[in-house]
Nanobody, 125 residues
Framework: QVQLVESGGGLVQTGGSLRLSCAASGRAFSNYYMGWFRQAPEKGREFVAAITRRGDITDYAGAVKGRFTISRDNAQNTVYLQMNNLKPEDTAVYYC??????????????????WGQGTQVTVSS
């Protein structure tokens, strides 16, 4: 079992920045692919970013590429999402996800094993 706890959400103005954290407990964190997803009101959950187990490869949704950066610290059992130049359309609940077999993507979302409870990000215009 892996437990995931997100933090770092909040209210920010357009153009501002936030850094989300996802702390993992349980089995060896470095064995897991990690990802971030988000869900806006009345919309489905969507992929945001993913990172491989060693952190050497990352992937981003087109809407956030160039503005968001995913990273991980395996010694601290934590994955981060640095969000810059935030826009009102980034407003959503952000979730982290982990899986030992699948890199988090739109295609693998339903198969991912572990999810956090989410953290709210609100960007005011």
């Amino acid at each position: 079992q892996v437990q995931l706890v997100e933090s770092g959400g909040g209210l920010v103005q357009t153009g501002g920045s936030l850094r989300l954290s996802c702390a993992a407990s349980g089995r060896a964190f470095s064995n897991y692919y990690m990802g971030w997803f988000r869900q806006a009101p009345e919309k489905g959950r969507e992929f945001v970013a993913a990172i491989t187990r060693r952190g050497d490869i990352t992937d981003y949704a087109g809407a956030v590429k160039g503005r968001f950066t995913i990273s991980r610290d395996n010694a601290q059992n934590t994955v981060y999402l640095q969000m810059n130049n935030l826009k009102p359309e980034d407003t959503a609940v952000y979730y982290c996800a982990a899986d030992s077999s699948f890199l988090p993507t739109t295609a693998t979302m339903k198969a991912l094993s572990y999810w956090g409870q989410g953290t709210q990000v609100t960007v005011s215009s």
